[in-house]
T-cell receptor
């Protein structure tokens, strides 16, 4: 019951910015956009989340369009350790679960 | 390092057997949830416990059951194992006071059913 659409894979050069798109055209006004990533053989790791405004933390930036129907996760300077599956998730304030889709497999190349 | 630990990390069972997986939550977290991740797929929500009571369940049969203890550690029990139960089982903890907060995942227990 994932509510998001992501490209299945993308490559990125080490040291360059990685821009990961996500479509969530049916998002409701009170639903948040979350990003998690999962490095091989590890549990998912929280990256960032936002409602309307753009957000930035030490890991990444989240850009949400004005109509909130899509967003972009930006890894400003990708490293080899950023190679992972990235999940974009829409979650309401009363949702007790995360609904993961297939995610985007990001490969950072030297 | 999330502070969430799971055991065992790997185990092999045969069809029809029962298995118990364990999770120790991050300190101060009173909510734990369990996810099943089949190979090549995203994690799927099994259920959540808050203060020792189940308060949410995904589309999993009753043979998947759980417990949360007063110290907020947790168990996932699966009875009558089937081949399709082979997966990575992930435990996640959170404070439960805000559903917009992040979940902290453990490294998972990889179950193989033969």
């Amino acid at each position: 019951d994932a509510k998001t659409t992501q490209p299945p894979s993308m490559d990125c050069a080490e040291g360059r910015a990685a821009n990961l798109p996500c479509n969530h055209s049916t998002i409701s006004g009170n639903e948040y956009v979350y990003w998690y990533r999962q490095i091989h053989s590890q549990g998912p790791q929280y990256i960032i989340h936002g409602l309307k405004n753009n957000e930035t933390n030490e890991m990444a930036s989240l850009i949400i369009t004005e109509d909130r129907k899509s967003s972009t996760l930006i890894l400003p300077h990708a490293t080899l350790r950023d190679t992972a599956v990235y999940y974009c998730i829409v979650r309401g304030p009363n949702d007790y679960k995360l609904s993961f889709g297939a995610g985007t497999t990001v490969t950072v190349r030297a | 390092e999330t502070g969430v630990t799971q055991s065992p990390t790997h185990l092999i069972k045969t069809r029809g057997q029962q298995v118990t997986l364990r999770c120790s939550s991050q300190s101060g977290h009173n909510t734990v949830s369990w996810y099943q991740q089949a190979l090549g797929q995203g994690p799927q929500f099994i259920f959540q416990y808050y203060r020792e009571e189940e308060n949410g369940r995904g589309n999993f049969p009753p043979r998947f059951s759980g417990l949360q203890f007063p110290n907020y550690s947790s168990e996932l029990n699966v009875n009558a194992l089937e081949l399709d139960d082979s997966a990575l089982y992930l435990c996640a903890s959170s404070t439960g006071t805000s559903r917009t907060g992040e979940l902290f995942f453990g490294e998972g227990s990889r179950l193989t059913v033969l």
